[in-house]
């Protein structure tokens, strides 16, 4: 019986894993430049690093973790997002003398979501966090260094940013109460989802895809109304940091993002070409984040972007081209073949070799590799040190001798 992969999984080979290749290389181009330092964290934590900090009444706590007991009994879970862990080694290993930590990550994240095009189970994320970073100003950086890189891809042109502010702590506060009042009414007829977060944490409600609740949600009362001073002078200057910066955004009053670490600023980098997966990349502010890791008062920013949507998106040709094949036209030269191909390896060629088949089936496989030269090596040419090339691009066909094999190769190449 076969073995099949479970489902939400995939496997990258190929094309599909050179476009990774391509969007992790400008990914890290561009955090680089922006003065942003790796970082790679454990990809399960103590499932209290995801619980503390996304919240309980999350979809992603409530229904989506791949969370299990290991042989000492301790309940662990593999990373849904990266955030929390940066923020648990900040406050674990004393991170803060680093400050403002600005680091970069890529890798595997895990969800239990209905699979569909741009959402898997196992999806990849390539983010980045300031943490300690100074208010308005690296909260800027941050929707700039998304705004470069989604740029550099090439699908700012497909994408809108929508950002909204949902203050501190004080005005979600005041907000509760108004948003309950108001839904008061309505609680019989909301989802059994969300008459459950009512109770526990009614901001989630905006989370509820449900058509119903969505009804409902569209008469309630605006966060934005309920923002204090403090609260509305970061969002504004935000606003115009990005006017200054000649970002151009909308202001999405419903946005407040599905996890509950977040304060002030939210934004998400949307497409219309995914459906219902429009979010390329998203992030915000979140400043309790690393006192709920039993941290230090320390603010950060970050955002994330799902790297499976990225090469969906991408017309990046991921085709990796070989400089050359050697081919031998006996098998009994095939080791003369082998050793000519790693003395054009060390000149810094890329290589492919296959050694089966005749010669006809060998010159198939270098154009189905995307070799640029095949040599065929012969007697006559190991006797004379003449080689015969093929510029399987061109079709051109020329005569070089060993010695200058290299330097003709690199001057076509
Ligand atoms: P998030 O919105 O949950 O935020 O995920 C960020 C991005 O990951 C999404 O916009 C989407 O592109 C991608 N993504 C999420 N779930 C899936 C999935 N099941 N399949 C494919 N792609 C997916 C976070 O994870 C936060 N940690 C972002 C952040 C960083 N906030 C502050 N710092």
């Given at each position: 019986?076969?073995?099949?992969?479970?489902?939400?999984?995939?496997?990258l080979?190929?094309?599909?894993?050179?476009a990774f290749?391509?969007i992790s290389?400008?990914f890290?181009?561009?955090?680089?430049?922006?003065?942003?330092?790796?970082?790679?964290?454990?990809?399960?934590?103590?499932?209290?690093?995801?619980?503390?900090?996304?919240?309980?009444?999350?979809?992603?706590?409530?229904?989506?973790?791949?969370?299990?007991?290991?042989?000492?009994?301790?309940?662990?879970?593999?990373?849904?997002?990266?955030?929390?862990?940066?923020?648990?080694?900040?406050?674990?290993?004393?991170?803060?003398?680093?400050?403002?930590?600005?680091?970069?990550?890529e890798?595997p994240?895990?969800?239990?979501?209905?699979?569909?095009?741009?959402?898997?189970?196992?999806f990849h994320q390539l983010?980045?966090?300031?943490?300690?970073?100074?208010?308005?100003?690296?909260?800027?950086?941050?929707?700039?260094?998304?705004?470069?890189?989604?740029?550099?891809?090439?699908?700012?042109?497909?994408?809108?940013?929508?950002?909204?502010?949902?203050?501190?702590?004080?005005?979600?506060?005041?907000?509760?109460?108004?948003?309950?009042?108001?839904?008061?009414?309505?609680?019989?007829?909301?989802?059994?989802?969300?008459?459950?977060?009512?109770?526990?944490?009614?901001?989630?409600?905006?989370?509820?895809?449900?058509?119903?609740?969505?009804?409902?949600?569209?008469?309630?009362?605006?966060?934005?109304?309920?923002?204090?001073?403090?609260?509305?002078?970061?969002?504004?200057?935000?606003?115009?940091?990005?006017?200054?910066?000649?970002?151009?955004?909308?202001?999405?009053?419903?946005?407040?993002?599905?996890?509950?670490?977040?304060?002030?600023?939210?934004?998400?980098?949307?497409?219309?070409?995914?459906?219902?997966?429009?979010?390329?990349?998203?992030?915000?502010?979140?400043?309790?984040?690393?006192?709920?890791?039993?941290?230090?008062?320390?603010?950060?920013?970050?955002?994330?972007a799902g790297m499976e949507r990225l090469a969906?998106?991408?017309?990046?040709?991921?085709?990796?081209?070989?400089?050359?094949?050697?081919?031998?036209?006996?098998?009994?030269?095939?080791?003369?073949?082998?050793?000519?191909?790693?003395?054009?390896?060390?000149?810094?060629?890329?290589?492919?070799?296959?050694?089966?088949?005749?010669?006809?089936?060998?010159?198939?496989?270098?154009?189905?590799?995307?070799?640029?030269?095949?040599?065929?090596?012969?007697?006559?040419?190991?006797?004379?040190?003449?080689?015969?090339?093929?510029?399987?691009?061109?079709?051109?066909?020329?005569?070089?001798?060993?010695?200058?094999?290299?330097?003709?190769?690199?001057?076509?190449?």
């Amino acid at each position: 019986m076969k073995l099949n992969r479970p489902r939400g999984t995939h496997v990258l080979y190929d094309k599909d894993a050179l476009a990774f290749e391509a969007i992790s290389s400008t990914f890290r181009r561009v955090a680089k430049n922006f003065g942003f330092t790796p970082i790679m964290t454990p990809i399960f934590e103590f499932s209290q690093v995801f619980t503390r900090s996304l919240g309980e009444s999350s979809d992603i706590v409530s229904k989506e973790m791949y969370t299990f007991n290991d042989r000492s009994h301790e309940s662990l879970t593999l990373r849904p997002e990266g955030t929390a862990g940066i923020a648990r080694a900040y406050a674990q290993d004393g991170l803060s003398q680093h400050s403002p930590f600005k680091v970069y990550y890529e890798g595997p994240m895990f969800r239990y979501e209905r699979p569909q095009k741009g959402r898997q189970r196992q999806f990849h994320q390539l983010g980045v966090e300031n943490i300690g970073g100074a208010l308005v100003y690296s909260d800027l950086e941050m929707m700039d260094l998304g705004y470069h890189f989604l740029s550099e891809m090439g699908l700012m042109k497909d994408c809108e940013i929508l950002i909204n502010s949902i203050g501190d702590e004080d005005s979600r506060n005041t907000y509760k109460d108004k948003f309950i009042d108001y839904l008061s009414p309505y609680v019989s007829e909301l989802s059994e989802d969300s008459q459950r977060r009512l109770k526990t944490n009614p901001l989630r409600i905006f989370d509820s895809k449900d058509a119903g609740d969505q009804k409902i949600l569209a008469e309630a009362p605006l966060l934005k109304d309920s923002l204090n001073a403090e609260s509305l002078r970061i969002r504004d200057q935000i606003f115009e940091g990005l006017h200054r910066l000649n970002i151009d955004f909308k202001v999405s009053d419903g946005l407040v993002r599905g996890l509950d670490y977040y304060t002030h600023i939210v934004f998400e980098f949307v497409t219309t070409k995914l459906g219902a997966q429009g979010a390329v990349l998203a992030g915000g502010r979140y400043d309790h984040l690393i006192e709920q890791m039993g941290g230090p008062q320390t603010s950060g920013v970050g955002f994330a972007a799902g790297m499976e949507r990225l090469a969906l998106l991408s017309e990046l040709d991921g085709k990796l081209s070989k400089d050359i094949m050697i081919i031998p036209i006996h098998s009994d030269l095939e080791m003369e073949a082998f050793i000519l191909s790693e003395q054009l390896r060390k000149e810094g060629f890329s290589v492919f070799t296959h050694f089966s088949g005749n010669l006809s089936k060998r010159m198939k496989k270098a154009n189905s590799q995307s070799v640029r030269f095949t040599l065929a090596l012969g007697p006559d040419e190991i006797k004379s040190g003449n080689y015969k090339v093929k510029d399987l691009a061109s079709g051109e066909q020329f005569e070089v001798s060993a010695k200058d094999l290299a330097s003709r190769l690199k001057a076509s190449l």
